[in-house]
């Protein structure tokens, strides 16, 4: 309790004892699915993760590749991410939507939405053949920066076997970065409520 208040917490990974890896670990393994894809890169992320959305960015420009991002939300949150200030892009890097063709296969990214499985999210529809012009196909790389959240496992199971079955996609990541990084484990809670605690009696 703080000055009277009470501070409630909760995470995906609250039961799980220890800490939480740093951000940063993130970006030697997506420096090296970028270095080995010789297609197009397909990222599903969270829109709300901004630094993730940063990740991309500037995972893109270190290896010479341009990013469109697709999906509503995605589209909005990197807008308003970018008007605010909070997302910084290289001139050049960012595409529209319209310019992708133009952009060859081994230096396009795709920042999109459905790392969950949601039904009518941009990835899912894309691994069923029913976003328009834009569909998976063979030789893309689809890195999942999301681990499953309870209950949405099936749905996400049923679209990488799309991908991989119907499209013939790499899967090279979806194993090597997973939830555990930005849902907070049980111990990494405790330091928080701790240090706010801290910064409650102290002000």
């Not at 008007?83 to 952009?103: C, F, R």
């Not at 790389?141 to 076997?161: F, H, K, L, M």
Request: net charge neutral.
């Amino acid at each position: 309790m703080i000055n009277g208040a009470h501070v409630v917490v909760d995470s995906t990974n609250a039961e799980v004892p220890g800490f939480v890896p740093s951000e940063r670990d993130i970006v030697p393994v997506l420096d090296s699915v970028f270095m080995r894809a010789r297609g197009r890169i397909i990222v599903a992320s969270f829109a709300s993760h901004v630094h993730r959305v940063q990740q991309v960015l500037d995972a893109a420009y270190a290896h010479e590749r341009q990013v469109a991002y697709v999906g509503r939300s995605m589209v909005r949150n990197v807008n308003v991410a970018r008007n605010l200030g909070y997302l910084t892009a290289p001139e050049g890097v960012i595409v529209g939507d319209k310019e992708i063709d133009s952009v060859p296969d081994d230096e396009l990214v795709i920042l999109t939405t459905g790392s969950q499985g949601e039904p009518m999210s941009a990835l899912v529809q894309m691994s069923k053949g029913e976003y328009g012009r834009m569909q998976i196909k063979p030789g893309d790389t689809v890195i999942y920066s999301a681990r499953p959240i309870p209950g949405n496992e099936g749905a996400i199971w049923r679209t990488i076997n799309r991908c991989i079955c119907d499209n013939d996609v790499n899967d090279n990541i979806g194993r090597q970065i997973d939830n555990r990084r930005f849902h907070y484990d049980l111990v990494t809670l405790r330091a928080k409520v701790t240090r706010v605690t801290e910064v409650g009696v102290a002000s």
